[in-house]
């Protein structure tokens, strides 16, 4: 085939060199941007890349960092559990030199306590015998005074009447002579003045009587002897008359006297009638004050018995209190070496234990409330089933609650080890039955011939007693064929 021969080419004008020209910038600028593209993605590859890389730096140094930390903490925690059990022995060891010295102390406290009770009984009966000096004193000085002042009133009383009777009598006296004295000069007075009444009338009658015969003779000479008597009788009773005035002034100032006298007997009797009234009175208000003295001597013998019964009950009481204090002191005691007992061997269980702590344990003896936030809030603001003493109660035990803890959390592990115990025996025994049972099929004795063994066949039957099957109905279905297995270790030992 003869081969073709090249054409030849035109030359190219001046628009298709200017387009072939732009076709080949757009071709450029095409490869350009593609390769700007590529480039970007690229760069966005290497990021992603390396921001994947950084990340798992980052894991890998964390990673590291956290392991580096773990074994410092790890290091720090052993030091610090190391510490405090330092701390806790040391601790121990000061609650124990504490419970040592507070056993001092309540020694000591007892004799301080034996020695002032001691003291408060002896000065207990010194009291009581000074006071029972004080009143034996104050009754004797009762009894001083009362005999004194009965001795005062009966004299002042026996004044008091003597002195009363004496004025009595010489009241009578007066009056007796002033009445007897009224009675003669009133009788003297009356009888002067009678007689001299009686003269005077005689003496005129005669005159009269003379001067009547003789007045028609002698007129003049009557009248001049009229003149001369009237002179004279005037004369004579001028003395008559000034003692008469005299006698009447005196008879006034007498009845004036007497009416005086009167009024101070008067007076007298008054005064005498209040003294009665008053020495009445001072015998009433006496025998009320003897009375009264009768029963604050009775209240205070009543008393005096009262405080002896008080005496002797309060001495009953503080000796039973005594014996009640000694045998709970004893008792106390008691307790208190069997609790320094209990402790010493808790603290000896404690050491003991501790060496077989695990590590959690160690590091964290309390296990947290299984109880939530809510359900402790809830218990912390229903408190309505509790009293006051359980209340207090459970405060005074609030600080035993991290032992509790633990040893509910022992008490837990020690259930749940013996369940599983009881769990490991059941599985154990199982076991051993089941290799008794083996053992009993691959051996031969009487013991095992004369018992039931399914392994145990000669001439192809087993000692196990055969059910019998019932008998075969039309409708019933046929139960699976049985084929006896023999293993053929067991055949090819009997045959050899």
């Known amino acids: 085939m003869p081969k073709k021969g090249k054409k030849s080419k035109a030359p190219l004008t001046d628009e298709e060199q200017l387009l072939l020209f732009q076709q080949k910038l757009l071709a450029d600028e095409e490869a350009a941007k593609k390769k700007e593209r590529l480039l970007a993605q690229f760069l966005k590859d290497k990021l992603a890349k390396e921001e994947h890389n950084s990340a798992l730096n980052l894991n890998k140094i964390n990673t590291q960092w956290r392991t580096v930390l773990r074994e410092v903490k790890t290091r720090e925690l052993h030091k610090d559990i190391e510490i405090l059990s330092q701390t806790f022995e040391r601790v121990v060891d000061c609650k124990d030199s504490v419970i040592k010295s507070l056993a001092k102390d309540l020694t000591e406290a007892e004799e301080q306590y034996a020695h002032a009770l001691r003291s408060h009984l002896h000065n207990t009966d010194q009291l009581l015998t000074l006071q029972r000096r004080r009143l034996s004193l104050l009754e004797e000085h009762y009894n001083t005074e009362l005999e004194a002042l009965t001795k005062e009133f009966e004299t002042e009383r026996k004044m008091i009447l003597d002195h009363h009777e004496k004025?009595?009598?010489?009241?009578?006296?007066?009056?007796?002579?002033?009445?007897?004295?009224?009675?003669?000069?009133?009788?003297?007075?009356?009888?002067?003045?009678?007689?001299?009444?009686d003269d005077l009338k005689n003496k005129n009658l005669e005159e009269k009587h003379f001067l009547r015969i003789q007045l028609e003779n002698i007129v003049e000479d009557l009248w001049r002897k009229f003149q001369d008597a009237l002179k004279n009788y005037t004369d004579a009773t001028e003395d008559q008359k000034t003692a008469f005035e005299a006698l009447k002034v005196k008879d006034e100032k007498s009845?004036?006297?007497?009416?005086?006298?009167?009024?101070?007997?008067?007076?007298?009797?008054?005064?005498?009638?209040?003294?009665?009234?008053?020495?009445t009175a001072h015998c009433?208000?006496?025998?009320?004050?003897?009375?009264?003295?009768?029963?604050?001597k009775e209240l205070v013998h009543i008393q005096l018995r009262k405080l002896k019964a008080q005496k002797t009950q309060a001495r009953g009481l503080a000796q039973e209190n005594l014996v009640k204090l000694t045998l709970e002191s004893n008792a106390a005691l008691k307790d208190l070496k069997k609790v320094v007992e209990k402790g010493e061997k808790i603290l000896k269980l404690a050491e003991i234990c501790r060496k077989f702590e695990t590590e959690e344990e160690k590091v964290l003896p309390f296990y947290s409330s299984v109880l939530t936030p809510k359900e402790q809030e809830m218990e912390r603001q229903n408190p309505e089933d509790l009293t006051e003493?359980?209340?207090?109660?459970?405060?005074?035990?609030?600080?035993?609650?991290?032992?509790?803890?633990?040893?509910?959390?022992?008490?837990?592990?020690?259930?749940?080890?013996?369940?599983r115990r009881a769990q490991l025996a059941d599985i154990s025994g199982k076991l051993r039955q089941m290799l008794k049972q083996y053992l009993d099929g691959i051996s031969v004795s009487d013991e095992v011939l004369s018992q039931l063994n399914p392994l145990f066949i000669v001439n192809h039957r087993s000692n196990l007693p055969q059910l019998c099957a019932p008998a075969a109905q039309p409708g019933d279905r046929r139960p699976p064929a049985t084929h006896t297995v023999i293993e053929a270790a067991h055949v090819v030992s009997r045959i050899l």
């Open 284 to 296: 009433r208000e006496n025998e009320w004050q003897n009375q009264s003295v009768r029963s604050d």
């Open 255 to 279: 009845s004036r006297e007497i009416e005086m006298q009167m009024k101070k007997i008067q007076k007298l009797q008054e005064a005498i009638s209040t003294l009665k009234g008053k020495i």
């Open 389 to 419: 003493d359980i209340a207090k109660i459970l405060a005074d035990y609030s600080g035993m609650e991290n032992f509790w803890k633990r040893y509910n959390k022992v008490k837990l592990e020690v259930l749940s080890l013996r369940h």
């Open 167 to 197: 004025e009595i009598h010489y009241l009578q006296d007066v009056y007796m002579a002033m009445e007897q004295n009224y009675i003669d000069s009133e009788y003297e007075s009356k009888l002067e003045f009678q007689s001299m009444w």
